[in-house]
């Protein structure tokens, strides 16, 4: 009888954690496979979690964006240039991203914050271009590097 108890409890044991990987863990670990197009014209591969977005993604992956403001949304050095089919899907950039994009280097109609950019299955096989330069108020050639 002892054995079958703590057989039982060992059986509710692993059901639970089935339930908790299944909502907080496993759910959420979906990984997008999609490009950055880098400064010289280069292709780099990168592999992201859904949530994350574009500034973290590159930063994990060694991409030459510079992220002045650590994601403050206090620069525009994160900039990026999206394809118009994605672009059109995501929601509209707030007002504070918006204002800060106009002080960006080589502003398109589809360039985004790469900071204020969550990735989902939308992103899967895209090309996030990076622009040819950047304008970083903070200092001169400062490239913060991730915590």
Same mark, same amino acid.
């Given at each position: 009888?002892?054995?079958?108890?703590?057989?039982?409890?060992?059986?509710?044991?692993?059901? &639970?954690?089935?339930?908790?990987?299944?909502?907080? =863990?496993?759910?959420?670990?979906?990984?997008? %496979?999609?490009?950055?197009?880098?400064?010289?014209?280069?292709? @780099?591969?990168? %592999? =992201?979690?859904?949530?994350?977005?574009? &500034?973290?993604?590159?930063?994990?992956?060694?991409?030459?964006?510079?992220?002045?403001? +650590?994601?403050?949304?206090? /620069?525009? @050095? /994160?900039?990026?240039?999206?394809?118009?089919?994605?672009?059109?899907?995501?929601?509209?950039?707030?007002? +504070?991203?918006?204002?800060?994009?106009?002080?960006?280097?080589? &502003? %398109? +109609? %589809?360039?985004? &914050?790469? /900071?204020?950019?969550?990735?989902?299955?939308?992103? +899967?096989?895209?090309?996030?271009?990076?622009?040819?330069?950047?304008?970083?108020?903070?200092?001169? =050639?400062?490239?913060?590097?991730?915590?």
């Amino acid at each position: 009888m002892n054995e079958q108890m703590q057989c039982n409890n060992y059986h509710n044991y692993i059901i &639970l954690m089935i339930r908790v990987l299944i909502k907080y =863990g496993a759910a959420q670990q979906k990984m997008v %496979t999609f490009f950055f197009k880098n400064k010289d014209n280069s292709l @780099t591969k990168v %592999t =992201g979690q859904i949530g994350q977005n574009l &500034l973290q993604i590159a930063h994990k992956n060694e991409i030459d964006l510079e992220g002045a403001c +650590e994601q403050s949304l206090a /620069c525009s @050095t /994160c900039h990026v240039i999206l394809p118009k089919q994605l672009y059109d899907k995501l929601s509209q950039p707030i007002a +504070e991203e918006e204002d800060l994009l106009d002080l960006a280097y080589g &502003l %398109t +109609e %589809t360039s985004r &914050l790469g /900071c204020q950019v969550q990735i989902d299955e939308r992103f +899967e096989n895209v090309v996030i271009q990076l622009p040819k330069a950047t304008r970083n108020f903070y200092v001169d =050639g400062h490239k913060p590097k991730p915590h």
